[in-house]
């Protein structure tokens, strides 16, 4: 079977010492993007959209130190533990996801006793701009040609020819679509169920969307970590799923406040 070839270079544009990489594109243009969602949704429930100023920044912020930690620590320990000061070398490369997770939740939550925004509900509105956040941030990683899948003879291969001329799993392409459809079923349910349920539903379906399929796709993946488990789950499949059983508690906390929606 012909498959299609990808040979993108990773670098966008090269202006003298000045590169602007595909992948800050995508990041940047998710997150500009996932700043436009959450301010409609204040304005659907009335509140002020200017106070997303300063929670941005420390969102933000807590998504670079979590996912850069979370890779070096969980990833490559013997290596960074090794090389420290080269943690704070995020240009070259190295962000978990689960740890950017950890670290936007830990930065919303700062923020929001700093700025007087009720932590619960500007958390689980925000559950619906970071799976589009997600999903571009994936786009990304696909331009980069990272987070590599096994070599298969699907029809859904494709040849990442800067690595190597074999088909693989795109599994970064699979997590981005999935990550859009939850987005899409977010939109979903915020429109449609009790508002009284949201700050519980809305995360508790977005994590146990997410995660249970990250478990699943990580089949898929070549192995990211420098080490093995010696477990039948790897690296990413352990770290997820503390994430998976806390959305599930989160969605049958929501049910048992007896709404109906």
Not at 32 to 56: H, K, Q, S, T, W
Not at 171 to 195: G, K, N, P
Request: proline letters at 7%; charged letters at 15%; hydrophobic letters at 50%.
């Amino acid at each position: 079977m012909q498959h299609p070839v990808w040979n993108v270079d990773p670098i966008l544009l090269k202006l003298g010492p000045l590169q602007v990489h595909w992948y800050g594109l995508f990041f940047a243009g998710g997150l500009l993007l996932g700043y436009a969602v959450i301010r409609r949704i204040c304005r659907l429930e009335g509140r002020d959209p200017e106070m997303l100023e300063p929670l941005f920044l420390w969102v933000v912020g807590g998504i670079i130190i979590g996912a850069r930690l979370a890779h070096c620590l969980f990833y490559e320990p013997d290596y960074y533990l090794a090389h420290p000061l080269e943690i704070l070398m995020i240009w070259k490369g190295g962000l978990a996801s689960h740890g950017g997770l950890v670290g936007a939740v830990i930065g919303l939550w700062i923020g929001s006793r700093r700025h007087h925004v009720p932590f619960a509900w500007i958390f689980s509105r925000l559950t619906i701009p970071t799976l589009l956040v997600a999903a571009m941030i994936r786009i990304g990683n696909f331009f980069n040609s990272e987070i590599l899948g096994k070599p298969t003879d699907a029809p859904t291969a494709i040849v990442f020819s800067r690595i190597d001329m074999l088909p693989r799993h795109p599994v970064m392409l699979y997590e981005s679509f999935t990550y859009l459809l939850t987005f899409l079923l977010l939109v979903a349910i915020y429109r449609f169920a009790d508002r009284r349920r949201l700050d519980t539903l809305l995360p508790g379906v977005g994590l146990t969307a997410v995660f249970g399929a990250r478990i699943l796709l990580e089949i898929f993946k070549v192995p990211q970590a420098d080490y093995s488990t010696g477990l039948p789950l790897n690296v990413g499949q352990l770290l997820s799923i503390p994430f998976l059983l806390l959305g599930i508690v989160l969605i049958v906390i929501s049910y048992r406040k007896g709404v109906t929606p």
